[in-house]
T-cell receptor, first 113, second 115 residues
Framework: DAKTTQPNSMESNEEEPVHLPCNHS???????IHWYRQLPSQGPEYVIH???SNVNNRMASLAIAEDRKSSTLILHRATLRDAAVYYC??????????????FGKGTKLSVIP | EPEVTQTPSHQVTQMGQEVILRCVPI?????FYWYRQILGQKVEFLVS????????KSEIFDDQFSVERPDGSNFTLKIRSTKLEDSAMYFC?????????????FGQGTRLTVV
C-alpha cells in the first residue's frame, strides 16, 4: 500500500469542527482512501472511505483533493467521544491483491471540553 | 448493529503455553483477519482468511501461529508456545468482501499477557 503522512497530534475544542489532514503524494489511480479511528482501549473503527469524490456519512466527511495527493477528514462538531487516533490508509486490493490494512501511527486527536 | 465479538477480553498465560483466542465475525461476512497491537505501537496485520484457507500472512505470522474456522461462526487464532513478546492486544476483523472500497469491522480485542 502507498504511504500516507499525518500529523502526530491535533487538538480541538468541543463542538468545533476538526479538519484532519493526510498526504498521500504517491497514490495510484486505483487506491481508495480509507479512514479508521481507534478510541482508547478499543479496536479500530471504520470512519469513511472514498476514491475521487468527496464523501459524507453520519460520522464524518471526506474531502479529497483534485489531484488526489491529499485528503482531509472533517468532523463537523467534535465531541469528547471523538478523542481517538485517526488513521488514513490507502487500499488497492485490486492491484496488489493485498487484503491487509496497513496502519501507520495516525493522528492523535484530543478534544478539549 | 452487527458486531465482531472476541473472547476472552483478557488472557494471562505462562510462557511456553498454548493459547486460543476466539472471535465470532459478523454472520454474512466472508473475509476474516487477525491483527495485533503491542502496547504503544502500531496495529499490525497478522493474517487473512477466506474460503477456509489463509489468503495472506505477514512475517509475524510464523509457525507458532495458526488460524481455524472450526464451524460456521467461530474464527480462532492459536499460538502454540507463547513467548513474552507475544504480549499484545489481538484484534479480529471481518469484511463482506475484499474489494478496495470495502470496510473492515473490528472486534474490541483480546489482551494477551504472557508471564
Amino acid at each position: 500500500d502507498a504511504k500516507t503522512t499525518q500529523p502526530n497530534s491535533m487538538e480541538s475544542n468541543e463542538e468545533e469542527p476538526v479538519h484532519l489532514p493526510c498526504n498521500h503524494s504517491t497514490i495510484s489511480g486505483t487506491d481508495y482512501i480509507h479512514w479508521y479511528r481507534q478510541l482508547p482501549s478499543q479496536g479500530p473503527e471504520y470512519v469513511i472511505h472514498g476514491l475521487t469524490s468527496n464523501v459524507n456519512n453520519r460520522m464524518a466527511s471526506l474531502a479529497i483533493a483534485e489531484d488526489r495527493k491529499s485528503s482531509t477528514l472533517i468532523l463537523h462538531r467534535a465531541t469528547l467521544r471523538d478523542a481517538a487516533v485517526y488513521y488514513c490508509i490507502l487500499r488497492d486490493v485490486a492491484g496488489a491483491g493485498s487484503y491487509q490494512l496497513t496502519f501507520g501511527k495516525g493522528t492523535k486527536l484530543s478534544v478539549i471540553p | 448493529e452487527p458486531e465482531v465479538t472476541q473472547t476472552p477480553s483478557h488472557q494471562v498465560t505462562q510462557m511456553g503455553q498454548e493459547v486460543i483466542l476466539r472471535c465470532v465475525p459478523i454472520s454474512n461476512h466472508l473475509y476474516f483477519y487477525w491483527y495485533r497491537q503491542i502496547l504503544g505501537q502500531k496495529v499490525e496485520f497478522l493474517v487473512s482468511f477466506y474460503n477456509n484457507e489463509i489468503s495472506e500472512k505477514s512475517e509475524i505470522f510464523d509457525d507458532q501461529f495458526s488460524v481455524e474456522r472450526p464451524d460456521g461462526s467461530n474464527f480462532t487464532l492459536k499460538i502454540r508456545s507463547t513467548k513474552l513478546e507475544d504480549s499484545a492486544m489481538y484484534f479480529c476483523a471481518s469484511s463482506p468482501d475484499r474489494g478496495s472500497g470495502t470496510e473492515a469491522f473490528f472486534g474490541q480485542g483480546t489482551r494477551l499477557t504472557v508471564v
